[in-house]
Nanobody, 115 residues
Framework: QVQLVESGGGLVQAGGSLRLSCAASGRTFSVYDMGWFRQAPGKERDLVAVWRSGGITVYADSAKGRFTISRDNAKNTVYLQMNSLKPEDTAVYYC?????????WGQGTQVTVSS
C-alpha cells in the first residue's frame, strides 16, 4: 500500500504564492509518475501538473507559467510551487502517484485564494 500525505495548503490573497508538498511512503516502485490534481466545488477533478518517471513534466494550460512541479526522488516527494494565484485556483488539491495502471491518492489539501 502507498500513503500520500499532502501539506502546504491554506488561504492566500490573489497574486500570492503557496508551495504544496506530497510525501509518499509505504510500498516503493522503480517507475512511477507523481502529480497534482485539483477539484473545485461542483466540478470534476482535473490535472494541474504531473512529473513523469522519465523526467517529463506536463502542465494544464491554467497552470503554465505560474505553477512549477518538482520532484525529489530520494525523498519520494513531489512539490507544487504556485505563484500569481487567482481566485479561480481555489480548490482541494490532491497528490497522485500512478504506476502499473494503478493510481494512489492523498487526502487533499485546501487552497483558497481570496480576491
Amino acid at each position: 500500500q502507498v500513503q500520500l500525505v499532502e501539506s502546504g495548503g491554506g488561504l492566500v490573497q490573489a497574486g500570492g504564492s503557496l508551495r504544496l508538498s506530497c510525501a509518499a511512503s509505504g510500498r516503493t516502485f522503480s517507475v512511477y509518475d507523481m502529480g497534482w490534481f485539483r477539484q473545485a466545488p461542483g466540478k470534476e477533478r482535473d490535472l494541474v501538473a504531473v512529473w513523469r518517471s522519465g523526467g517529463i513534466t506536463v502542465y494544464a494550460d491554467s497552470a503554465k507559467g505560474r505553477f512549477t512541479i518538482s520532484r525529489d526522488n530520494a525523498k519520494n516527494t513531489v512539490y507544487l510551487q504556485m505563484n500569481s494565484l487567482k481566485p479561480e485556483d481555489t480548490a482541494v488539491y490532491y497528490c497522485s502517484l500512478s504506476t502499473a495502471g494503478h493510481a494512489y491518492w492523498g487526502q487533499g489539501t485546501q487552497v483558497t485564494v481570496s480576491s
